[in-house]
């Protein structure tokens, strides 16, 4: 997985993660948005409305000071755990 920091501040942070579809993106959104300081979570895969934009550009809103990397690492984190766990009862289950 390749990531590229397209814009970056002090609350607002986008950034294009290659070879990713929307199966990934909606994990990884849905993520973000159960973090508390997280305002907004959303990303784009339109290449016809994004200027030729091909991979999907994430971008993170947050308040209270969070550092939205900071807010992303924590929601990779969650997504992490969620698979494991996942992983864990489908092999209990089979």
Known sequence: MELRVTESSEDELSIEIAGEDHTFMNVLKGALLEHEDVSAATYDVNPEQSGGQTEPILTIKTEGGVDPLEAL??????????????????????
């Open 73 to 94: 690492e924590d929601a990779a984190v969650t997504v992490r755990e969620k698979a494991t766990s996942f992983r864990d009862a489908f092999e209990a289950a089979a």
